[in-house]
């Protein structure tokens, strides 16, 4: 056997490999309720906030982890599920940052958090073209933020910035770096009908071990989906 065909073999090898190892990750996708019970005496949660109606929508979904008046009791909140938070926003995207910071100093009051800035895979506007450099900008950006924070958990809902994160863990997870980090996508309340590209991503790749719906109509399209019902 010449020395080619073995390096050909070997290479072979490899690339047969790291297919089944990228589908052993998509198809072994547990549960977020098994992430929540393992990790309850205090995870790291990764957030990738968006920018306008994104921003809000995140607050609303993190709010639902706040305990309410009649909840006062149970441990299970926001600061002591994920006593450590880190929020993920477009380098240009200074208002939800101001949201983010009133959230947190407002209604969290516990734990601590650090925001990191990562650059917009495409601007309004921006040719296609260019926009494969920037893609990879920001992908390369996320890696390190990923790298940097190695979260528990990833939480999203819809910015195209949270794909160069969620690819980011992806990746990770085949060469066996992060392995437990769970992602947890949720599909916008104004996404009645389709899912975004975001959602489709996440949900057609198995980018995301659970992808939340907010519709029933959207559950129904999509099976492998949860429904969570309206945030509000």
């Known amino acids: 056997m010449t020395q080619n065909v073995r390096v050909f073999l070997l290479l072979f090898l490899l690339i047969i490999l790291l297919f089944l190892r990228t589908v052993r990750v998509a198809l072994s996708s547990p549960s977020s309720q098994k992430l929540l019970k393992r990790k309850s005496d205090g995870a790291k949660l990764l957030v990738v906030i968006g920018s306008g109606g994104h921003t809000a929508e995140m607050v609303h979904i993190l709010r639902s982890f706040l305990s309410d008046e009649k909840k006062k009791k149970n441990s299970r909140d926001f600061s002591n599920l994920f006593p450590k938070r880190e929020y993920v926003f477009a380098v240009s995207d200074r208002t939800s940052v101001a949201k983010i910071e009133r959230f947190e100093r407002e209604e969290v009051k516990a734990g601590e958090y650090r925001n990191h800035f990562v650059p917009r895979a495409r601007e309004v506007g921006q040719s296609y073209f260019t926009s494969i450099f920037t893609t990879l900008m920001a992908f ?93």
Do not use: H
């Open 140 to 232: 390369w950006q996320s890696c390190k933020v990923y790298l940097k924070t190695k979260p528990d958990a990833i939480l999203a809902n819809g910015p195209g910035t949270c794909i160069p994160v969620i690819l980011a863990c992806f990746i990770g997870k085949v060469f066996g770096y992060n392995s437990t980090c769970k992602v947890m996508y949720v599909e916008s309340v104004a996404r009645t009908r389709r899912m975004s590209l975001s959602g489709r991503l996440c949900y057609g790749l198995r980018l995301a071990d659970v992808v939340f719906v907010m519709w029933p109509q959207l559950k129904e399209k999509y099976p492998r989906s949860r429904y969570c019902g309206r945030i509000y």
